[in-house]
């Protein structure tokens, strides 16, 4: 292996070198390229760096052949904002309301586990007429279901400086296609008991996530799902299954999920005590508060965007775990004045909607807001009326203020922060 190896090595650093005088001949700036290169494995491609190699005239040289798997270009790096236990999707410089999966935004208690698929188990037990353990492959013999939907983390709410993006705002909040088994089917195959009114959803990480969630919405339209975005779902999304509760908190949706637990009262653990829960007025504590209150947030313009005069559309997503948006209202003039913006359809129950508003900024200082309305009735609150309503010390989850930017003379669109106290 080791003299193929170097074999392989000195071929590769030949080809670099025949694309490297092909660059001093055709000149220009650079770019990737890809040379085949002779292996113990028959020929491979081998990307060569960027700075080596771009064509003057792109119609002039013989592109690259097709790749095994896509890539992006190497002009287009969108990336995550990430930290110890997250990472955040770049809102602001997605198109449209699908988010390509490996930029769905993260969230882990115990890190990403390495399942086997094929030693994959789901155990169904507890108050029901017949425990079961399901495969991978037994979950994908049952009829398939997809729908197009949101998951967002009750804690999605960063605010502090005037330099952050959509991302740092908001970036907890992604959306795909999902494709599984309903778990109500799951449930007929176990028979569920008369009495049984909550099951424990738990995971395979390293903390074992686990929560309780009322049986009802399971049969309403809970999943196992095992693709998204038409591919086996990420390992940094819960492969080879995880449950999903559209509309509800992320936390619910248990990734890597390995055990269902039926039973006739929640089972009150560590992440629904402890952690997910709210302070109201009084000194209370609010539980099981699992809907996703509807939100939006104007991705275009925001920081760092340098604003030129003249017609802006101004651009955004809208979402609620109620139901569907009906109304995103846009004020240019710092919240004095609404005006309703288009929703671009179809417009879908518990998913991202995108919104436009045609906007001619003529130079003065001013901020922009957005507001969602769902069919419920609900219309986003601003951070006052969040406080006023809960009490000052409500802690960080299930916040969804109204989002304000300020666009300066120059041009210059900063975040409006909003403290929480």
Not at 177 to 191: D, Q
Not at 329 to 339: F, L, M, Q
Request: aromatic share 10%.
């Amino acid at each position: 292996m080791g003299i193929k190896s170097e074999e392989t090595k000195n071929e590769t650093n030949h080809a670099l070198a025949k694309i490297s005088r092909r660059k001093l001949l055709l000149g220009g700036a650079a770019t990737a390229a890809v040379a085949l290169v002779k292996s113990s494995f028959g020929e491979i491609q081998t990307a060569i760096p960027e700075s080596l190699y771009i064509p003057a005239d792109p119609t002039k040289v013989q592109g690259p052949p097709p790749f095994d798997l896509g890539t992006r270009s190497p002009f287009e790096r969108p990336l995550k904002k990430t930290s110890d236990t997250s990472s955040r999707t770049p809102l602001q410089d997605l198109y449209g309301t699908i988010t390509p999966a490996d930029l769905h935004y993260e969230r882990h208690h115990g890190g990403v586990p390495t399942i086997d698929p094929e030693k994959y188990e789901l155990l169904i037990h507890g108050m029901v007429e017949k425990p079961m353990i399901f495969t991978l492959a037994d979950l994908k013999r049952f009829p398939a279901f997809s729908r197009i939907c949101f998951l967002e983390c009750s804690g999605n709410f960063r605010t502090g400086k005037e330099e952050m993006m959509p991302q740092e705002i908001a970036g907890l909040t992604s959306q795909s296609e999902w494709t599984g088994v309903m778990l109500s089917t799951l449930f007929r195959e176990v028979g569920i008991k008369s009495k049984a009114s909550w099951f424990l959803a738990e995971g395979s990480d390293a903390a074992v996530m686990t929560r309780s969630i009322p049986l009802q919405k399971g049969l309403q339209d809970g999943m196992i799902v095992y693709a998204q975005n038409g591919e086996a779902i990420r390992p940094q999304q819960g492969y080879p299954a995880r449950l999903f509760l559209p509309g509800w908190e992320g936390n619910t949706s248990v990734k890597w999920i390995r055990r269902i637990e039926v039973s006739d009262q929640p089972y009150m653990t560590r992440e629904e005590t402890s952690k997910y829960t709210e302070g109201i007025k009084g000194g209370k504590i609010r539980q099981f508060s699992f809907d996703m209150d509807a939100r939006s947030i104007i991705t275009y313009p925001a920081y760092p965007v340098i604003l030129q005069q003249g017609w802006v559309e101004i651009r955004g997503i809208a979402w609620t775990g109620r139901g569907k948006i009906v109304k995103v209202e846009v004020s240019t003039d710092a919240g004095k004045t609404w005006n309703s913006a288009k929703l671009q359809g179809p417009v879908m129950d518990k998913a991202h909607t995108y919104f436009r508003y045609l906007w001619n900024w003529r130079g003065d200082e001013t901020e922009i807001l957005s507001r969602a309305i769902d069919e419920t009735g609900y219309i986003q609150p601003t951070m006052k009326q969040l406080m006023e309503a809960r009490g000052r010390d409500m802690g960080g989850y299930h916040l969804n203020p109204i989002t304000a930017w300020r666009i300066k003379r120059d041009g210059t669109v900063l975040f409006r922060p909003e403290g929480k106290a």
